[in-house]
């Protein structure tokens, strides 16, 4: 799987949007981006995942560039309840090979204050 | 429709007993995988099962540690032996064969293994 980079923390004032940025820049073409995060003490949760297109859920936004090297999670209105490590992840879509496995690095860890 | 369940929570083990930590994958799921966390850092993937068969066990350590995931009942992570660099958050996640390709994985709450 391809390394990506985020940065090892970052602040967001409550309400507003928190980006987080993630570079992927040996990323395959057969490799989707995947978001993660952690709340403290829980197993980690599916935020959102695309390919080359933007992709928004629910939960978040995911954008990314044209040459697919990098990427930015949205959150478009952070509370303090998305306090959280979040892991930016490449992955090949698999069905069912171990290739296909969620390799975590160490992640954004991401402090919302009021 | 309950998430993946995993028990017990917390797991206190005295150096030299066996640590038997079990996970039940979502209802529907036959896809397991057992990841751990060593405090402060990233999930380490250990071992990949589908039902009665391992798929994956690239990272599991070589000696005292054995997973299984028989066709009733739970997947088990057993570590024999345990010393105190067992102590770790052990997660377990599950999925179809459909939304592990798609989503991923639906991760359990973990079982926090402390050696004494």
């Known amino acids: 799987d391809a390394k990506t980079t985020q940065p090892t923390s970052m602040d967001c004032a409550e309400g507003r949007a928190a980006n987080l940025p993630c570079n992927h820049s040996t990323i395959s073409g057969n490799e989707y981006v995947y978001w993660y995060r952690q709340i403290h003490s829980q197993g980690p949760q599916y935020i959102i995942h695309g390919l080359k297109n933007n992709e928004t859920n629910e939960m978040a936004s995911l954008i990314i560039t044209e040459d697919r090297k990098s990427s930015t999670l949205i959150l478009p209105h952070a509370t303090l309840r998305d306090t959280a490590v979040y892991y930016c992840i490449v992955r090949v879509r698999t069905y069912g090979g171990s290739q296909g496995n969620l390799i975590f690095g160490k992640g954004t860890k991401l402090s919302v204050k009021p | 429709n309950a998430g993946v369940m995993q028990n017990p929570r917390h797991l206190v083990r005295r150096r030299g007993q066996e640590a038997r930590l079990r996970c039940s994958p979502m209802k529907g799921h036959s896809h397991v995988y057992w990841y751990r966390q060593l405090p402060e850092e990233g999930l380490k993937f250990m071992v990949y099962?589908?039902?009665?068969?391992?798929?994956?066990e690239s990272g599991m350590p070589k000696e005292r540690f054995s997973a299984e995931f028989p066709k009733e009942g739970p997947s088990i992570l057993r570590i024999q032996q345990v010393v105190r660099g067992d102590s770790a958050a052990y997660f377990c996640?599950?999925?179809?064969?459909?939304?592990?390709?798609?989503?991923?994985?639906?991760f359990g709450s973990g079982t926090r293994l402390t050696v004494v």
């Open positions: 099962l589908q039902k009665e068969n391992i798929i994956d």
């Open positions: 996640a599950s999925s179809t064969l459909q939304q592990g390709a798609n989503y991923g994985y639906t």
